[in-house]
């Protein structure tokens, strides 16, 4: 990852959530687990009512930018075998441990497995739980 990361904040209840999962039977050997990890122990911890509404969380539908390609695509962040929306990504594969946290405006440069990085800057986010008063306890 690159020296200087953008800073990010989740809220408790994604943390607990992301937490209990990566320390399951099933995904204590993820490749990106510790990368994963490593971005929940740097970020800052809110309340889901203190979350602003330009933050990426879990189920956020977002628009980024793959800034080495120019490419702009509309993601939802979602945990493993939830429901699937249109154009799901988990916050277990690299893009969505990658998203989850950042604001819009913010970039970021995410390892992906073979040694490429992945440039991500969020555009807007359209849809997020928390900024409609849906977060989930």
Request: charged content about 25%; aromatic content about 4%.
């Amino acid at each position: 990852m690159e020296q200087s990361m953008p800073p990010i904040t989740v809220s408790s209840l994604d943390l607990e959530r992301i937490e209990e999962l990566l320390d399951s039977d099933s995904f204590r050997r993820l490749a990106g687990r510790d990368a994963l990890q490593a971005e929940l122990d740097r970020a800052s911890v809110v309340d889901p009512e203190e979350v602003p509404a330009d933050l990426v969380t879990m189920n956020s539908t977002v628009v980024v930018l793959d800034e080495d390609s120019n490419m702009q695509s509309e993601l939802t962040l979602v945990y493993p075998n939830s429901p699937q929306p249109a154009n799901p990504v988990s916050v277990l594969a690299p893009v969505g441990s990658a998203l989850l946290g950042l604001s819009i405006g913010q970039s970021i440069s995410w390892p992906l497995p073979g040694g490429r990085a992945l440039r991500l800057r969020v555009l807007d986010v359209k849809n997020q739980p928390e900024a409609s008063g849906k977060y989930y306890r």
